[in-house]
T-cell receptor, first 112, second 112 residues
Framework: KQEVTQIPAALSVPEGENLVLNCSFTDSAIYNLQWFRQDPGKGLTSLLLIQSSQREQTSGRLNASLDKSSGRSTLYIAASQPGDSATYLC???????????FGKGTTLSVSS | DGGITQSPKYLFRKEGQNVTLSCEQNLNHDAMYWYRQDPGQGLRLIYYSQIVNDFQKGDIAEGYSVSREKKESFPLTVTSAQKNPTAFYLCAAAERWDTEAFFGQGTRLTVV
């Protein structure tokens, strides 16, 4: 059964730092991987979707990479800002016609 | 304004009562999903539907029921058989099972 792990569970950095969030999955046979952001008490906001045939996707200060063979994805956030403080979740699509499987998230705190 | 609307935002239920959570989307997406989120547990899949008039159980379907009579609507009923219903419930939609998923703002259910 597919398992998704995100380490660390929490991360605190000063404003302006570049940082990397990690996501690993046990079964490399995935169709896609999606990164989300969640603010406290809110729903999820989609950040980036990487299809299995892709190596990376970029949106503004965010860059997500995918290495299927090693079962890993990273979300790179450049020049972090206090507004980036949130929980970041990754999810993988494993079986055709089913649903995303989520990690437990990394809670990021960026101090000014 | 396009998107996914969950209502109500907060819901209180007495033990032994059934309650229905609403999820409506105007994205014209075929796939819809219900997840449950508990502190420290991540998102767990309750039910999903890839097309109208069809739905499948997720990992924690016991004590829940759904219907998909219209493309834009996927209501979730929490029955009295659900042992621990207090949680944050999230609805999502995607054009297809392998495309980008979008989430609503969630419904927080509390059993009193």
């Amino acid at each position: 059964k597919q398992e998704v792990t995100q380490i660390p569970a929490a991360l605190s950095v000063p404003e302006g730092e570049n940082l990397v969030l990690n996501c690993s999955f046990t079964d490399s046979a995935i169709y896609n991987l999606q990164w989300f952001r969640q603010d406290p008490g809110k729903g999820l906001t989609s950040l980036l979707l990487i299809q299995s045939s892709q190596r990376e996707q970029t949106s503004g200060r965010l860059n997500a990479s995918l290495d299927k063979s090693s079962g890993r994805s990273t979300l790179y956030i450049a020049a972090s800002q206090p507004g980036d403080s949130a929980t970041y979740l990754c999810a993988v699509g494993t079986q055709a016609g089913t649903a995303l499987i989520f990690g437990k998230g990394t809670t990021l705190s960026v101090s000014s | 304004d396009g998107g996914i609307t969950q209502s109500p935002k907060y819901l209180f239920r007495k033990e032994g009562q059934n309650v229905t959570l609403s999820c409506e989307q105007n994205l014209n997406h075929d796939a819809m999903y219900w997840y449950r989120q508990d502190p420290g547990q991540g998102l767990r899949l309750i039910y999903y539907s890839q097309i109208v008039n069809d739905f499948q159980k997720g990992d924690i379907a016991e004590g829940y029921s759904v219907s998909r009579e219209k493309k834009e609507s996927f209501p979730l009923t929490v029955t009295s058989a659900q042992k621990n219903p207090t949680a944050f419930y999230l609805c999502a939609a995607a054009e297809r099972w392998d495309t980008e998923a979008f989430f609503g703002q969630g419904t927080r259910l509390t059993v009193v």
